[in-house]
């Protein structure tokens, strides 16, 4: 029901915030691009996982993206959840850990066919009891993009992510991206990392996006892993809303 409210609130004032959006949602791997300056984007959706040993729910997650300069971004991250473990049937909910971050641009140029940002979360341990890691932890990625033509493009990651204890997870993504239609986009993606730089763990997903205003965009993706039982299913929406500029300006 929340998300029929968002997009009601949307249709009310989308034609005062037109513009092209660019999302860091549904795929793994995160844009080499920052929202625009003074803009805040809500990139919010469900998604429910499978494993070998516990079926999750979450409901809302949720990413704010706020646009401090032309090349910085401050970002937020938390999410509802719900975990149940197959064995046992035992039932968690709760809020998980606050991530705090910030994207960075560090190279765009408009006749060059690449552009590269790099992305730190700060994860906080304020989650519910039995959600919560209790450690401190970050999560780190650079990204990497290329537009190939109008209808194709590509982007990849490479990151470190470290939970508080261990040596941490290298991390990587490739994402590759088809314009069906000027509103369909379709994307098909490897990603995995090396836990502890000792286990690998690979997955592939795929997924459809519908541009149903300039600045607000639907979502549909699923994926599943490849050397390991792993299956979801997602759905969700991001909506940039831009900052109104003064008659003076």
Do not use: C
């Amino acid at each position: 029901m929340k998300y029929y409210f968002a997009i009601l609130f949307f249709v009310i004032l989308g034609e005062l915030n037109a513009q092209t959006i660019i999302t860091d949602r549904p795929d793994q791997t995160e844009s080499s691009s920052t929202v625009e300056k003074g803009s805040l984007q809500i990139e919010s959706g469900m998604l429910v996982g499978f494993s070998e040993e516990t079926r999750q729910l979450l409901v809302p997650s949720t990413l704010f993206r706020l646009g401090l300069t032309d090349w910085l971004e401050l970002r937020v991250l938390n999410q509802f959840e719900n975990v149940k473990n197959e064995a046992s049937g035992e039932k968690v909910s709760g809020i998980s850990d606050l991530e705090l971050g910030t994207k960075i641009q560090i190279f765009r140029k408009e006749d060059v066919n690449a552009e590269v940002a790099f992305l730190s979360h700060l994860i906080i341990p304020t989650g519910s009891k039995l959600l919560t890691n209790d450690k401190f932890g970050t999560i780190n990625k650079l990204s990497i993009s290329h537009e190939i033509s109008k209808h194709l493009g590509i982007g990849y990651n490479v990151g470190y992510n470290y939970f508080g204890e261990g040596k941490g997870d290298l991390t990587y993504s490739l994402a590759l991206g088809i314009g069906i239609t000027e509103k369909v986009s379709v994307y098909l993606e490897p990603y995995g990392d090396l836990a502890e730089f000792e286990d690998h763990i690979a997955n592939v997903d795929a997924g459809l996006t519908y541009l149903l205003r300039d600045n607000f965009q639907l979502d549909f993706s699923f994926g599943t892993g490849i050397n390991h039982t792993m299956n979801y299913i997602s759905l969700g929406f991001s909506w940039n809303i831009k900052r109104m500029k003064k008659d003076s300006e």
